[in-house]
């Protein structure tokens, strides 16, 4: 392939690369990752409440990895609070896995911006044959998208698994118990579903750089060591 198409298909993978890591630093700092709705058990149950009056026993919320807000509601108003999960919710939320979520999320975003800086040097720089090279690119795409895909992995266990939305509705209320009814991914989940996406599409634009594979040998490769040993 030529050398101006091969700057092409890195600076596009680059700027791709680019726009990911701001998108996982905005995700990772705003309350948008999840959007949940709970009923007040307790509260329906001591009216008998059916059908439409189930409306005002149920409360909503939206929450990140940092904080949310939302809104309590058992028949007698709605009770608008905020929270965070450092210091408030450590004692309720399985805190190993929310912290690797931040921590992989965090890994995420350098790795993106590293990547999209050695595209760049691949496109306009004379990289080396390893780490600034094809095989750096590809290494540092699988790494990264390896990183997206952990962050929703543990981020939908920590939700669905270990009922997160449920623990947060009921932190410090004694009196009445809640109970999740609907929960669903919100913008800055699915940012980072589109970061896994966009580094599996640059490890495809290397290879469409006439760039092989990692342990890929080519045949004029296999072909030329042949033809050595036989010469040996």
């Not at 450092?86 to 992989?104: G, Q």
């Not at 990264?144 to 449920?166: D, R, T, W, Y």
């Amino acid at each position: 392939m030529p050398s101006q198409q091969k700057k092409v298909i890195f600076c596009m993978a680059g700027m791709l690369s680019f726009v990911c890591a701001l998108g996982a630093v905005t995700a990772l700092g705003t309350p948008l990752w999840i959007k949940a709705t709970f009923l007040c058990k307790t509260g329906a149950l001591l009216v008998n409440a059916s059908g439409q009056e189930l409306d005002k026993f149920m409360g909503e919320m939206q929450y990140g990895l940092f904080h949310g807000e939302g809104v309590r509601q058992c028949g007698l108003g709605a009770r608008p609070f905020r929270f965070s999960f450092f210091p408030d919710l450590l004692k309720a939320i399985p805190v190993s896995i929310h912290v690797n979520v931040i921590l992989f999320s965090t890994i995420l975003i350098v790795l993106t911006l590293v990547g999209t800086a050695f595209f760049m040097y691949n496109a306009f720089g004379k990289p080396f044959e390893t780490l600034h090279g094809p095989l750096g690119l590809y290494l540092l795409s699988f790494i990264s998208g390896s990183c997206g895909c952990l962050v929703m992995i543990l981020f939908a266990s920590e939700v669905k698994i270990h009922h997160l939305s449920e623990k947060i509705a009921n932190y410090k209320e004694g009196t009445y118990a809640y109970k999740t009814q609907s929960e669903k991914y919100t913008a800055s989940f699915w940012v980072v579903f589109i970061c896994f996406f966009v580094h599996f599409l640059n490890g495809l634009l290397i290879r469409f750089a006439g760039f092989q594979f990692p342990f890929a040998k080519s045949k004029d490769t296999e072909t030329t060591n042949v033809a050595a040993d036989l010469m040996y």
